[in-house]
């Protein structure tokens, strides 16, 4: 079942790259009295998701950020590994967006929006989406129809919804 707007969004521990390597970042203590903007994709490096549905939060976070955003936050069922180097390529790291590997796609399939397309090469892999969260419960949620498309999932589409 999705994840719908006022559900309160499962804890999961998503993986980031630390000064030591590999840790786990508990999404619940992120999200305790705090509102996060997440957004969820495809793929690390895959078209739509670098041209256009990261630069879209890389350009609205500081927009997000005076409605009151304390964080945003990219999921992509990818290891913690690709996900720094995709941030550091794409710019995100250095915008202060946060860059989360949900390696199993255990968060993704709690929330609901994974999806498989074997012949693109997508096993259990997220649906394009965005959402707000204030401590922990969703009040907004935008999905995609498609994974190739970015418009209600994007920074700007959110901001307006917002």
Wanted: glycine content about 12%; hydrophobic content about 40%; overall charge negative.
């Amino acid at each position: 079942m999705t994840i719908s707007e006022g559900q309160t969004l499962p804890d999961a521990n998503l993986l980031r790259m630390g000064d030591n390597g590999p840790e786990a970042v508990s999404l619940g203590e992120r999200l305790k009295g705090r509102k996060v903007v997440i957004f969820g994709l495809p793929g690390a490096y895959t078209g739509v998701c670098t041209t256009a549905h990261v630069p879209s939060f890389i350009r609205t976070k500081d927009k997000l950020a005076a409605k009151g955003v304390d964080e945003i936050i990219c999921v992509s069922v990818n290891d913690p590994f690709v996900m720094k180097a995709w941030g550091e390529s794409t710019g995100a790291t250095e915008a202060g967006i946060t860059m989360l590997g949900d390696a199993e796609a255990t968060f993704t399939k709690a929330i609901g929006l994974d999806f498989t397309a074997p012949p693109a090469g997508l096993i259990n892999r997220s649906k394009r989406y965005a959402l707000l969260a204030e401590d922990g419960v969703v009040k907004v949620l935008q999905v995609e129809d498609s994974p190739g498309q970015c418009t209600i999932s994007g920074g700007e589409a959110l901001l307006d919804a917002i």
